[in-house]
């Protein structure tokens, strides 16, 4: 991948994978190995949970799409190599916490995504982001389920 050109996002807007078509991997423990080091990145850089997370659905039957949307987040990080979490010796620890919700956003399942981000000071400490296991019947229930989470 040192020759690749670098990609500017580490996933396609309004990506298609669920629905990808096309011939299965030959060998998916190349996918496995990839996406598993993508996930152990994600503890230093939070910009690619999303991607991961979809990325992780496929493990089982991984397809040529899947493995170029997988490329594509490695050229990502090659555009956007310096980047991570910084922890600075000085931080004032006062307790912050985010969350967001995004309704019936799988266009299958019509489950939402939920994520929560909490941080002392400006060290992040802790992050997630997830499907939810039940169908919401609203938005407003969804960002309910969202700050319970985080709390």
Known sequence: ML???????PCEE???????????LSDPAMYRRLVGRLI?????RPDLAYSVQVLSQFMQNPRSKHWQAALRVVRYLKEHSGQGILLPQENNLQLSGWC?????SCPLTRKSLIGWFIQPGTSPISWKMQKQQTISAS?????????????
């Open 3 to 9: 020759g690749a050109k670098p990609a500017t996002k």
């Open 14 to 24: 309004n990506h298609k994978l669920r629905s990808a078509t096309g011939p299965l």
């Open 40 to 44: 152990y990145l994600c503890f230093t």
């Open 100 to 104: 967001d919700s995004d309704w019936a």
């Open 139 to 151: 938005s407003a229930e969804v960002e309910y389920r969202s700050m319970a989470k985080t709390t």
